[in-house]
């Protein structure tokens, strides 16, 4: 049998106050186990994800390897019967004989200069301002300066050296054109990293597709999965923990 209790105004302000202060610590109670919950969900995950994925890393570098070093004898031929050993070549592309599988090899490179570019900057300024003899002059002056300009390196990119050597060629000066040879001369790019691009190409459009060798460019999306619905303005939500957070 439930006992019905009677109270003063004042008593059940005073028990309703309780109750809710009581739900309000249980409300609290709940969410910072949900927020464990979620911490240990994430340290499980991870625990399981990077080691895989360090796995799929060390896969990759090895293909990688692989594969440079199956091409290396090749390449050694393409330079001795194409002339190319000493060259500048940072990529090469490689095509079947049906023409249906290309495979290209390469590196990045930074632009980068041995000292001596000091000297070919020099004797280049040298003869640049020598041509300032007036207001208009100077300002081309200074619009041709700006192509010895450096990067955030400290480097001359090697796209304005080919401006200058152009310049050159048509002023037909000694000084202008020695000190650009010697810039030249003085580049010296450094490789960052090796790249591997493989294509197939589509029996049926006759255009090359690149084969995704990137997990992001993979569709990591199961067959019978389908991608998120667009919402109202046609926009795909990502919903992120980041904004899960907010």
Do not use: C
């Amino acid at each position: 049998m439930s006992e019905q209790v009677t109270m003063s105004a004042a008593e059940r302000a005073e028990w309703e106050a309780f109750k809710a202060e009581k739900a309000k610590k249980e409300a609290a109670e709940q969410r910072k186990q949900q927020r464990e919950t979620y911490a240990q969900m994430v340290d499980d995950e991870l625990e399981q994800a990077i080691p895989e994925l360090l796995n799929l890393s060390g896969d990759i570098k090895a293909v990688k390897d692989t594969v440079f070093g199956n091409f290396a004898a090749i390449l050694e031929m393409k330079s001795e019967l194409f002339g190319t050993k000493d060259g500048g070549q940072y990529s090469h592309s490689f095509t079947n004989s049906d023409s249906t599988l290309r495979l290209i090899l390469g590196v990045n490179t930074v632009d980068g200069y041995r000292d001596t570019v000091e000297d070919g900057i020099a004797m280049v300024r040298g003869y640049i301002e020598s041509l300032a003899t007036d207001d208009k002059s100077k300002a081309l002056v200074s619009a041709v300066l700006r192509l010895l300009s450096r990067d955030g390196q400290g480097n001359l990119k090697a796209s304005r050296v080919l401006q200058l050597r152009k310049m050159a060629e048509e002023s037909r000066d000694d000084q202008f054109l020695e000190g650009v040879k010697i810039i030249e001369e003085s580049y010296q790019p450094s490789i960052t990293r090796r790249y591997i691009r493989a294509q197939r190409k589509n029996p049926k459009t006759g255009a090359w597709v690149n084969i995704p060798l990137g997990i992001t460019d993979v569709d990591l999306l199961p067959e019978n999965e389908t991608a998120p619905a667009p919402d109202a303005e046609g926009l795909v939500v990502d919903f992120t923990e980041a904004e899960a957070a907010e």
